[in-house]
């Protein structure tokens, strides 16, 4: 089992930026690619950034060259660092890990983030 706690979320100016933590404790040695999805009210939730634990990572076109996603295994955490940030990426941020070889996730609880305009 793996549990996720996210951290950073809160209340923004467009322009400004944010940076989101998602520490991982439990059976961390079974958590293979990491992720942070978003959603807002009324919406589904996206896929905002992954990374593999061997650092490749995927971006929506969204958020490409405004977010960087990161992750310390050392630490098992993940970060998404978020600038130039818009109204639009309102949202509940969510960390998401894979179990490596299953078809298994595990979800933080969410951050939100609000972006004024």
């Known amino acids: 089992q793996v549990r996720l706690v996210e951290s950073g979320g809160g209340l923004v100016q467009a322009g400004g930026s944010l940076r989101l933590s998602c520490a991982a404790s439990g059976s961390t040695s079974s958590i293979d690619a990491m992720g942070w999805y978003r959603q807002a009210p009324g919406k589904q939730r996206e896929l905002v950034a992954a990374?593999?634990?061997?650092?490749?990572?995927n971006y929506a076109d969204s958020v490409k060259g405004r977010f960087t996603i990161s992750r310390d295994n050392a630490k098992n955490t993940v970060y998404l660092q978020m600038n130039s940030l818009k109204p639009e990426d309102t949202a509940v941020y969510y960390c998401?890990?894979?179990?490596?070889?299953?078809?298994?996730?595990?979800w933080g609880q969410g951050t939100q983030v609000t972006v004024s305009s």
């Open positions: 998401k890990a894979d179990q490596r070889r299953s078809m298994v996730a595990y």
């Open positions: 990374i593999t634990s061997g650092g490749i990572t």
